[in-house]
């Protein structure tokens, strides 16, 4: 069974700083890997999708890396502002199309003024 | 991206009614949904995979009785919570895919008192 991992589960840092947010999974067959966010009480949106053949993806302020054979991705926030404050969830997919997602925990971000 | 769209936000309810929500896809067609509940602090855990005409798949400990789906067209799913109890208040969030990539409604957030 596929096991996701968010290191670290909470982070709060002042603003302007770059930040790094980790995720391992333990089985390497993915199909894909999104990164979302979560702001209190909301839905998901989703920022990046890495698939399973690439190495990273750049949208913005954040770059998403995926190495799939050691079962880690990072998700790199640059010039941090307190409006990126939210969850970011890691989740990735069973290399068979069409099965649902597995997701981290989160990590919790604060971002201050 | 696609749009995914819940109705109910929010519901509150007396212990041993029944709730019903629903996923609507609104500028695309799915074929198959799914259904995740994320309890406070928690990440989100897959409850079923909604298939449009046919019967949804549950996951392990999901009982099938208590939490009805049907897909009855290819832009709505509903998940009805059946005799609910405090128990099952949690965040409930539909999603579907694109392609590769996986969109979330934003959620309805069921509280039985």
């Given at each position: 069974?596929?096991?996701?991992?968010?290191?670290?589960?909470?982070?709060?840092?002042?603003?302007?700083?770059?930040?790094?947010?980790?995720?391992?999974?333990?089985?390497?067959?993915?199909?894909?890997?999104?990164?979302?966010?979560?702001?209190?009480?909301?839905?998901?949106?989703?920022?990046?999708?890495?698939?399973?053949s690439q190495r990273e993806?750049t949208s913005g302020r954040?770059?998403?890396?995926?190495?799939?054979?050691?079962?880690?991705?990072?998700?790199?926030?640059?010039?941090?502002?307190?409006?990126?404050?939210a969850t970011y969830l890691?989740?990735?997919?069973?290399?068979?199309?069409?099965?649902?997602?597995?997701?981290?925990?989160?990590?919790?971000?604060?971002?201050?003024? | 991206?696609?749009?995914?769209?819940?109705?109910?936000?929010?519901?509150?309810?007396?212990?041993?009614?029944?709730?019903?929500?629903?996923?609507?896809?609104?500028?695309?067609?799915?074929?198959?949904?799914?259904?995740?509940?994320?309890?406070?602090?928690?990440?989100?855990?897959?409850?079923?995979?909604?298939?449009?005409?046919?019967?949804?798949?549950?996951?392990?400990?999901?009982?099938?009785?208590?939490?009805?789906?049907?897909?009855?067209?290819?832009?709505?799913?509903?998940?009805?919570?059946?005799?609910?109890?405090?128990?099952?208040?949690?965040?409930?969030?539909?999603?579907?895919?694109?392609?590769?990539?996986?969109?979330?409604?934003?959620?309805?957030?069921?509280?039985?008192?």
């Amino acid at each position: 069974k596929q096991e996701v991992t968010q290191i670290p589960a909470a982070l709060s840092v002042p603003e302007g700083e770059n930040l790094v947010l980790n995720c391992s999974f333990t089985d390497s067959a993915i199909y894909n890997l999104q990164w979302f966010r979560q702001d209190p009480g909301k839905g998901l949106t989703s920022l990046l999708l890495i698939q399973s053949s690439q190495r990273e993806q750049t949208s913005g302020r954040l770059n998403a890396s995926l190495d799939k054979s050691s079962g880690r991705s990072t998700l790199y926030i640059a010039a941090s502002q307190p409006g990126d404050s939210a969850t970011y969830l890691c989740a990735v997919r069973p290399f068979v199309r069409g099965y649902a997602l597995n997701f981290g925990k989160g990590t919790s971000l604060l971002v201050t003024p | 991206g696609a749009v995914v769209s819940q109705h109910p936000s929010r519901v509150i309810c007396k212990s041993g009614t029944s709730v019903k929500i629903e996923c609507r896809s609104l500028d695309f067609q799915a074929t198959t949904m799914f259904w995740y509940r994320q309890f406070p602090k928690q990440s989100l855990m897959l409850m079923a995979t909604s298939n449009e005409g046919s019967k949804a798949t549950y996951e392990q400990g999901v009982e099938k009785d208590k939490f009805l789906i049907n897909h009855a067209s290819l832009t709505l799913s509903t998940l009805t919570v059946t005799s609910a109890h405090p128990e099952d208040s949690s965040f409930y969030i539909c999603s579907a895919n694109v392609i590769d990539e996986q969109f979330f409604g934003p959620g309805t957030r069921l509280t039985v008192l």
